[in-house]
């Protein structure tokens, strides 16, 4: 049974879900007009597309005159615009529209995403672990908690839905397209340029069909002769693999000098310990075969070299499904040259492992380990829905890089809306919003090895993200890699070692204008922290704090005029060694600043759910703004490493020293000192100096 609290706050969502649906009938919250799902016809410029971003110009990267295809619709074909600017289609177009929604599919849609809070049992909080400060301190002491503090879900800003209101999908200096822009419903894109253009150099990736691409191979006489690479994996790959071990013996024929090296027990012992007969038969009968055929269409499918996002370089690279699928498939199969060393100078030192050789890979008489299996599992099982079914839709990948970061200290954002869930998931319950992925530098980190943690995870349960690890390098400290078009194949349940394959899903999220589905994610790599208590620090306070704002910042327009909501979590935390709550702060302080609503899920933490929205709730009813605190998180650090440590963590510490926000100032309690929302202290004992620099005002684009 609810408790009191759970009713009342149901009770507020429904009414506030209520008023919602009443504004949107009387037009205040009208929907688009609708639009074609894909559409060669300009739609109307949005009023945030020219709006200044920090994110650096996108300037012409070194590969941008190699491809670009010129889509503009002639004189006389296509659509019409409509008087609104928005394209309709002619009367004998079979474009499928995007029907507006009515008030029963929206009241359906926000009931069912309010409803699943409710149909949990509340738990009793864990007591904290906090030592008790002197001063009161507002967080909450009931011990009966719903499963979600916050706002309701109709407050928050959602992403495009099934409006398309993106410009023209078009190839440009900062964006190449590798398939025809020209996109029609039901079809597969079509790749771009028609026939394979050859480019072997260092801004792209070096093709396994590349006619640079050679080998080595020892002729009778017992002489070295160059040959074709791509001739010897397609004659290896055309052969019949009925087992494992031929597969082993077909990926070493042009691998050949990792055979003493790399080690297959763990691809073996799947077969063997983990699949029945049927299952292998049906593996190597039917599956593979498919996904070889998959592979050897490289040239056919990928016409062009894929360019590589580098470091400092703003970059979009967008992709069909089917693209993404058929490299996926020669990465499965090790084809990608230089991609196997992994010395210090090595041509892709600073790119992840791309080539599923380790993944292979088991150790002595162990086997294979479970999560290895369920690793293998999520693959296998992609590649078997996509080349039964090939999805038609588009991913783009885009390489995000923050000049000039904000100055915290002079920031006069205040914290926007908040809801913390200690139930659900970022890629179950973060429909319509940004998802953040808790990335390696290296992204995808450890999923073709043997890490399977947030990352990792969400890379084997939408096996596509992982084609990012062939072209990007590693991210540098103001740099994110935002995807946008990601499919859910699979689902999970447990975590780390635990981890285990749940079952096929079907992801039916709504695909926009360019044919993605409107699923993004945001790659954002925390500190490694070895030094748990150097966190504090100003310098790495603010490298926090700009990885995040890099991540929050820019976008696709939404419906609702602002930046989709951040679904997130606890970022850099766990094995990387973050504050559990400083991280939450920084995340609030980024979102405030890039105008975005937070969702945030603890995953079963009770305490950090309420500590979190107590903290929240405390900063926006004084109106605390983020210069003040981010004053406050320096006053923290001077306060922990001169004198004495008070023993309080950073909430509490906070409420006993923080009241209420002025226009200038953040009083503090304590020594007697106030300090400045730029970081500089007045008074007291010490300072901290802000940076001098120009003021530069920052907006979503």
Same mark, same amino acid.
């Given at each position: 049974? +609810?408790?009191?609290? +759970?009713? $009342?706050?149901?009770?507020?969502?429904?009414?506030?879900?209520?008023?919602?649906?009443?504004?949107?009938?009387?037009?205040?919250?009208?929907?688009?007009?609708?639009?074609?799902?894909?559409?060669?016809?300009?739609?109307?410029?949005?009023?945030?597309?020219?709006?200044?971003?920090?994110?650096?110009?996108?300037?012409?990267?070194?590969? +941008? =005159?190699?491809?670009?295809?010129?889509?503009?619709?002639?004189?006389?074909?296509?659509?019409?615009?409509?008087?609104?600017?928005?394209?309709?289609?002619?009367?004998?177009?079979?474009?499928?529209?995007?029907?507006?929604?009515?008030?029963?599919?929206?009241?359906?849609?926000? !009931?069912?995403?309010?409803?699943?809070?409710?149909?949990?049992?509340? $738990?009793?909080?864990?007591?904290?672990?906090?030592?008790?400060?002197?001063?009161?301190?507002?967080?909450?002491?009931?011990?009966?908690?719903?499963?979600?503090?916050?706002?309701?879900?109709?407050?928050?800003c959602f992403g495009p839905s099934s409006y398309p209101i993106l410009p023209p999908l078009l190839s440009g200096p900062a964006h190449c397209i590798l398939f025809r822009a020209r996109l029609k419903a039901g079809d597969l894109p079509r790749p771009f340029p028609d026939a394979f253009k050859d480019v072997w150099d260092s801004h792209h990736v070096r093709m396994p069909c590349s006619s640079h691409s050679l080998y080595p191979v020892r002729l009778p006489s017992g002489e070295e002769q160059l040959r074709s690479r791509w001739e010897i994996i397609t004659e290896a790959l055309r052969r019949p693999l009925t087992s494992s071990h031929d597969l082993e013996k077909a990926i070493l024929s042009y691998n050949s000098r990792y055979a003493g090296k790399w080690n297959f027990q763990g691809l073996h012992a799947y077969f063997s310990e983990v699949c029945d007969e049927a299952e292998t038969a049906m593996f190597f009968g039917s599956v593979l075969p498919r996904v070889v055929e998959l592979a050897l269409s490289l040239p056919r499918l990928v016409t062009h070299a894929v360019p590589l996002l580098q470091r400092q370089q703003p970059y979009r690279l967008s992709l069909s499904q089917q693209q993404t699928a058929c490299l996926l498939?020669?990465?499965?199969?090790?084809?990608?040259?230089?991609?196997?060393?992994?010395?210090?100078?090595?041509?892709?030192?600073?790119?992840?492992?791309?080539?599923?050789?380790?993944?292979?890979?088991?150790?002595?008489?162990?086997?294979?380990?479970?999560?290895? +299996?369920?690793?293998?599992?999520?693959?296998?099982?992609?590649?078997?829905?996509?080349?039964? =079914?090939?999805?038609?839709?588009?991913?783009?990948?885009?390489?995000?890089?923050?000049?000039?970061?904000?100055?915290?200290?002079?920031?006069?954002?205040?914290? !926007?809306?908040?809801?913390?869930?200690?139930?659900?998931?970022?890629?179950?319950?973060?429909? &319509?919003?940004?998802?953040?992925?808790?990335?390696?530098?290296?992204?995808?980190?450890?999923?073709?090895?043997?890490?399977?943690?947030?990352?990792?995870?969400?890379?084997?349960?939408?096996?596509?993200?992982?084609?990012?690890?062939?072209?990007?390098?590693?991210?540098?400290?103001?740099?994110?890699?935002?995807?946008?078009?990601?499919?859910?194949?699979?689902?999970?349940?447990?975590?780390?070692?635990?981890?285990?394959?749940?079952?096929?899903?079907?992801?039916?999220?709504?695909?926009?204008?360019?044919?993605?589905?409107?699923?993004?994610?945001?790659?954002?790599?925390?500190?490694?922290?070895?030094?748990?208590?150097?966190?504090?620090?100003?310098?790495?306070? $603010?490298?926090?704090?700009?990885?995040?704002?890099?991540?929050?910042?820019?976008?696709?327009? !939404?419906?609702?005029?602002? &930046?989709?909501?951040?679904?997130?979590?606890?970022?850099?935390?766990?094995?990387?060694?973050?504050?559990?709550?400083?991280?939450?702060?920084?995340?609030?302080?980024?979102?405030?600043?890039?105008?975005?609503?937070?969702?945030?899920?603890?995953?079963?933490?009770?305490?950090?759910?309420?500590?979190?929205?107590?903290?929240?709730?405390?900063?926006?009813?004084?109106?605390?703004?983020?210069?003040?605190?981010?004053?406050?998180?320096?006053?923290?650090?001077?306060?922990?490493?001169?004198?004495?440590?008070?023993?309080?963590?950073?909430?509490?510490?906070?409420?006993?020293?923080?009241?209420?926000?002025?226009?200038? !100032?953040?009083?503090?309690?304590?020594?007697?000192?106030?300090?400045?929302?730029?970081?500089?202290?007045?008074?007291?004992?010490?300072?901290?100096?802000?940076?001098?620099?120009?003021?530069?005002?920052?907006?979503?684009?």
């Amino acid at each position: 049974m +609810a408790s009191p609290v +759970a009713k $009342r706050a149901k009770a507020e969502a429904e009414e506030s879900l209520t008023s919602s649906l009443e504004q949107m009938e009387e037009g205040d919250l009208s929907p688009h007009s609708p639009q074609p799902l894909f559409s060669d016809t300009p739609s109307p410029p949005s009023p945030l597309a020219h709006t200044p971003s920090p994110l650096a110009a996108h300037t012409p990267s070194p590969v +941008a =005159h190699t491809l670009v295809e010129h889509t503009s619709t002639p004189k006389g074909e296509g659509e019409e615009p409509s008087p609104a600017g928005g394209g309709v289609p002619s009367s004998s177009s079979s474009v499928k529209l995007a029907a507006p929604p009515t008030r029963k599919m929206v009241q359906g849609k926000i !009931t069912a995403m309010l409803g699943r809070n409710w149909t949990h049992k509340p $738990r009793p909080s864990s007591p904290s672990s906090s030592s008790a400060s002197p001063s009161p301190s507002p967080r909450s002491q009931q011990t009966d908690l719903p499963p979600s503090r916050g706002c309701s879900l109709s407050e928050i800003c959602f992403g495009p839905s099934s409006y398309p209101i993106l410009p023209p999908l078009l190839s440009g200096p900062a964006h190449c397209i590798l398939f025809r822009a020209r996109l029609k419903a039901g079809d597969l894109p079509r790749p771009f340029p028609d026939a394979f253009k050859d480019v072997w150099d260092s801004h792209h990736v070096r093709m396994p069909c590349s006619s640079h691409s050679l080998y080595p191979v020892r002729l009778p006489s017992g002489e070295e002769q160059l040959r074709s690479r791509w001739e010897i994996i397609t004659e290896a790959l055309r052969r019949p693999l009925t087992s494992s071990h031929d597969l082993e013996k077909a990926i070493l024929s042009y691998n050949s000098r990792y055979a003493g090296k790399w080690n297959f027990q763990g691809l073996h012992a799947y077969f063997s310990e983990v699949c029945d007969e049927a299952e292998t038969a049906m593996f190597f009968g039917s599956v593979l075969p498919r996904v070889v055929e998959l592979a050897l269409s490289l040239p056919r499918l990928v016409t062009h070299a894929v360019p590589l996002l580098q470091r400092q370089q703003p970059y979009r690279l967008s992709l069909s499904q089917q693209q993404t699928a058929c490299l996926l498939a020669n990465a499965l199969f090790c084809t990608f040259p230089r991609r196997n060393a992994s010395g210090a100078r090595s041509e892709y030192a600073r790119y992840p492992s791309i080539n599923f050789s380790h993944l292979f890979s088991g150790s002595g008489s162990r086997g294979i380990r479970p999560v290895q +299996a369920a690793k293998l599992k999520c693959l296998f099982h992609y590649f078997a829905r996509v080349t039964s =079914h090939m999805p038609e839709g588009v991913l783009t990948f885009s390489r995000q890089v923050l000049h000039p970061a904000p100055q915290w200290e002079r920031s006069e954002a205040s914290l !926007t809306n908040l809801r913390v869930d200690s139930t659900g998931t970022i890629e179950d319950n973060g429909q &319509g919003m940004l998802q953040v992925d808790f990335a390696n530098r290296f992204v995808g980190g450890g999923v073709l090895g043997g890490g399977c943690v947030q990352e990792e995870i969400r890379f084997l349960v939408c096996p596509e993200l992982m084609v990012s690890r062939l072209f990007t390098e590693a991210l540098e400290d103001n740099e994110c890699l935002v995807v946008t078009g990601a499919e859910q194949f699979s689902s999970y349940h447990g975590y780390s070692s635990g981890f285990e394959w749940a079952g096929s899903v079907t992801d039916s999220t709504v695909r926009d204008a360019w044919g993605r589905r409107q699923t993004v994610v945001v790659a954002m790599d925390a500190l490694h922290l070895r030094d748990k208590d150097s966190q504090f620090k100003p310098g790495l306070l $603010r490298r926090e704090l700009n990885k995040a704002y890099c991540g929050f910042i820019g976008g696709d327009p !939404t419906p609702c005029g602002r &930046g989709m909501a951040v679904a997130t979590g606890n970022w850099g935390c766990g094995a990387f060694g973050g504050d559990v709550r400083l991280k939450a702060l920084l995340q609030l302080m980024a979102a405030a600043v890039s105008g975005r609503d937070v969702v945030y899920f603890t995953f079963g933490d009770r305490q950090l759910q309420e500590d979190l929205f107590s903290m929240h709730r405390y900063c926006t009813e004084r109106g605390f703004k983020v210069r003040e605190l981010w004053a406050g998180l320096l006053h923290y650090h001077r306060n922990q490493t001169k004198g004495p440590r008070s023993g309080k963590n950073l909430y509490d510490f906070i409420y006993g020293n923080f009241q209420n926000s002025s226009s200038n !100032t953040a009083t503090v309690r304590g020594d007697g000192a106030s300090v400045r929302g730029d970081g500089a202290s007045v008074g007291g004992g010490g300072s901290v100096s802000g940076e001098n620099s120009q003021t530069v005002e920052y907006s979503i684009q």
